[in-house]
Antibody, heavy 124, light 111 residues
Framework: EVQLVQSGAEVKKPGESLKISCKGS????????IAWVRQMPGKGLEWMGI????????RYSPSFRGQVTMSADKSINTAYLQWSSLKASDTAMYYC?????????????????WGQGTVVSVSS | QSALTQPRSVSGSPGQSVTISCTGT?????????VSWYQHHPGKAPKLIIY???QRPSGVPDRFSGSKSGNTASLSISGLQAEDEADYFC???????????FGGGTKLTVL
């Protein structure tokens, strides 16, 4: 089964650093784009950015550029999202999602495989 | 760029049809045919149900359909079933600076 498995819930204090992961299984993701999506408590989805696992080419939403860093290790089919200094406002569920491709075409803004989500709680 | 605008909630009885709107601007929905829709049951991963405005991925029932007019996209669900009760999010490509934006989400209640 093709799936994305995310790392477990995190409880952190403001100012701490954090790196969460998203590991693909079921086939090789090295030619895939993986997006990160935030959902703050009681709110909608927000697209944070996307990374190409093949060469770590990255695109950030203007709202998140400079706030987080996306990286990837294609040798282990894993994408990462990291913060150098967390804020309470980073408290949210974070999803990774694979860009949808079918029949040789890939579709902008469409994501067919989602991770189960990682809850990040930041509080003093 | 602001999120796409969706109604907070819609409702319908089993067997009925509902339509959820998603309003953007000429820089996103109005400029690109890259609108997708997701069904999200709380506690589960979102599920892609429509891509490229009108296309359904394999396995998605044809009760779900998408359309677009101007800056507004719509998701229609016919023959409502209890399991359709969920949150629905629209999403649009918005160009090479903003890239992708989501709607605020619509809660569908099946009465």
């Amino acid at each position: 089964e093709v799936q994305l498995v995310q790392s477990g819930a995190e409880v952190k204090k403001p100012g701490e650093s954090l790196k969460i992961s998203c590991k693909g299984s079921g086939y090789s993701f090295t030619s895939d784009w993986i997006a990160w999506v935030r959902q703050m408590p009681g709110k909608g989805l927000e697209w944070m950015g996307i990374i190409y696992l093949g060469d770590s080419d990255t695109r950030y939403s203007p709202s998140f550029r400079g706030q987080v860093t996306m990286s990837a290790d294609k040798s282990i089919n894993t994408a990462y999202l990291q913060w150098s200094s967390l804020k309470a406002s980073d408290t949210a569920m974070y999803y990774c999602a694979r860009r949808f491709c079918s029949g040789g075409s890939c579709y902008l803004g469409s994501y067919d495989i989602w991770g189960q989500g990682t809850v990040v709680s930041v509080s003093s | 760029q602001s999120a796409l605008t969706q109604p907070r909630s819609v409702s319908g009885s089993p067997g009925q049809s509902v339509t959820i709107s998603c309003t953007g601007t000429s820089s996103d929905i109005g400029d690109y045919n890259y609108v997708s829709w997701y069904q999200h049951h709380p506690g589960k991963a979102p599920k892609l149900i429509i891509y490229d405005v009108t296309q359904r991925p394999s396995g998605v029932p044809d009760r779900f359909s998408g359309s677009k007019s101007g800056n507004t996209a719509s998701l229609s669900i016919s023959g409502l079933q209890a399991e359709d009760e969920a949150d629905y999010f629209c999403c649009s490509y918005a160009g090479h600076n903003t890239f992708v934006i989501f709607g605020g989400g619509t809660k569908l209640t099946v009465l």
